[in-house]
């Protein structure tokens, strides 16, 4: 009964139409299902006078006929708004490539650099830590290690005078090297992969621990408080005294600290400080070293004022976690005299560079300001209700749709914050990747990733989200991302080298130990065996 209604149903809509003919029994209902291209169509055939006083199976099957045009139609609006963004996407990768192509080929200036004469001589800056580049270093520091000016390159045009004082000080120069445990010769960074006898041997590791010697001795300090605490604020006058008296050095601080200095006493009139954020831009020509006093938030602080090259940071513990400042501020005395004697082993703290380019941009160069994270970037559904919709890419391959509360792009410094909350693995600092973690995915077999360092991560809010997205940048900075903007992540160039109290892996353990209690458990021991007091 229900197949002859469903025909009736049919020939009655053909007959709305204004066909004259009637298609074959077998092929009447595929045929007339293709013509049942709209939600209205299906209304007008339900509103039809013949269809009063028939059983509610038809009108069960009117319904369902409603159903499949409306999921047809939404399916075809779908596949042409997938492939528009597909094209678009495309379209945007191939610009970025091409425009890192052309950074990559555009000259560095050159900068000046004194040498052990005091004259000048005009140095070309080399990529950072990249292999071989201790060969490279041959002409200006030995056939071992890597220079100062290597790793705190300038790309920046010549400085404005304006904003260089008239007196000069000349900043400490120093050498990176590559050594082992065990080791008294220094080692180089080269011969990563033997092809001898065609066998693939890997004959020398690249994230070796770091040593920082100085060529000649620091003068100029740079010291960064954590704000509104006492404790902090009396340790910063003891320590700006003791530099000064004991050491004889500069010492720059915040305006902030500046002021509170003076007010304390006319004693720190020889403090110095900067009067606008053009000037900070320039510190890394002036500061040899800096002293952060707090915690993992003043060493994220102190890595955002630098824009570029930076300086090495000496981090004392004064906050509640301690990731990243091994060393105790009792001893701010000891440890700062082992510093600026040295040899100290330091670790390279990757950052992020992120820059978002907008929907109505006409190209991937038309994007925002360049912003360096040392921690994590954060893509998330801001107070929307509803789940963030992603489209994530690695270069030119698609990665996924992040479908949940958000997205985590993180640095291997920052796998012990956000990240580590979201699920995501603690990955010991040296080690170069980009960690993939999405935060509450609406998928039970969604699992972090982590890509390697010279991938470049791209993700877009589609143009048929439901909601805006909101991005922040280690925790600050917070930015809209609507339909069709995206964010563009990549390895940055400059690190962040962080003083070790003994070296990075011992740092990174002991961390994760007292912060995190790590594998923390009762010792399990034999029924008879005498019990632990």
């Known amino acids: 009964m229900l197949w002859y209604q469903s025909q009736t149903v049919v020939i009655l809509f053909f007959h709305r139409q204004g066909n004259a003919s009637v298609l074959p029994l077998e092929n009447g209902f595929n045929d007339s299902l293709s013509m049942l291209n709209s939600e209205k169509a299906v209304e007008e055939l339900i509103q039809q006078p013949l269809l009063h006083g ?22 075809a609006e779908g596949k042409a708004s997938a492939q528009a963004e597909a094209s678009e996407w495309k379209r945007k990768y191939e610009l970025e490539k091409s425009r890192n192509l052309q950074l990559e080929k555009r000259a560095i200036p050159s900068e000046k650099h004194l040498d052990e004469n005091g004259r000048v001589v005009h140095l070309t800056n080399k990529p950072v830590l990249s292999d071989g580049a201790a060969e490279k270093s041959d002409r200006c520091c030995g056939e071992h290690g890597i220079c100062s000016h290597q790793v705190l390159r300038d790309g920046e045009h010549d400085h404005d005078a304006s904003v260089v004082p008239n007196k000069m000080i000349r900043k400490a120069s120093f050498k990176l090297s590559w050594c082992c445990k065990g080791e008294k010769s220094d080692q180089k960074k080269h011969d ?4 001898e006898k065609g066998n693939i041997t890997t004959a020398e590791r690249s994230s070796k621990q770091i040593s920082l010697k100085w060529e000649s001795p620091p003068q100029t300090v740079l010291i960064l408080t954590k704000p509104n605490s006492t404790a902090v604020r009396m340790l910063c006058s003891e320590l700006v005294r003791w530099l000064k008296e004991q050491k004889s050095l500069n010492i720059f601080v915040e305006p902030r600290v500046h002021t509170e200095l003076l007010t304390e006493s006319s004693y720190y009139q020889f403090v110095q400080t900067w009067e606008n954020d053009k000037e900070i831009l320039f510190l890394h020509t002036k500061v040899d070293l800096v002293v952060t006093l707090g915690g993992d938030g003043t060493v994220l602080w102190a890595a955002s004022m630098f824009k570029g090259p930076v300086p090495p940071v000496v981090p004392f513990s004064l906050g509640s976690l301690g ?5 105790y501020s009792e001893h701010y005395k000891e440890c700062l005299d082992s510093v600026l004697r040295g040899p100290i082993s330091i670790t390279l703290r990757h950052r992020l560079q992120c820059h978002v380019i907008r929907a109505s941009a006409k190209s ?23 789940l963030t919709n992603l489209e994530c890419y690695c270069d030119n391959s698609f990665v996924t749709c992040v479908q949940g509360d958000g997205l985590i792009l993180s640095t291997t410094s920052g796998s012990t914050a956000y990240s580590l909350a979201a699920g995501g693995s603690m990955v010991h600092p040296q080690v170069p990747a980009i960690l993939f973690t999405p935060i509450c995915p609406h998928s039970l077999s969604f699992r972090p990733l982590i890509l390697p360092e010279h991938v470049t991560v791209r993700v877009q809010v589609p143009f048929n989200s439901r909601g805006h997205a909101w991005a922040s940048f280690d925790g600050k900075d917070r930015k809209k991302l609507a339909p069709g903007d995206a964010l563009v992540c990549s390895m940055a160039t400059w690190p962040v080298p962080t003083a070790c109290q003994a070296d990075s892996t011992g740092d990174f353990l002991r961390s994760i130990h007292e912060g995190l209690h790590w594998n923390l458990r009762k010792t399990q021991q034999a029924f008879d065996s005498p019990r632990e007091t």
């Open 54 to 75: 028939i059983d509610d199976h038809l009108i069960e099957f009117a319904e369902a006929l409603r159903t499949v045009a409306k999921a047809l139609r939404q399916a």
């Open 192 to 195: 990563i992969v033997s092809f």
């Open 323 to 327: 990731f990243m400042t091994p060393f």
């Open 364 to 386: 991937d160069l038309d994007s925002e300001e360049p912003i360096l994270v040392l921690n994590e970037v954060t893509i998330d559904r801001g107070i929307s209700s509803f």
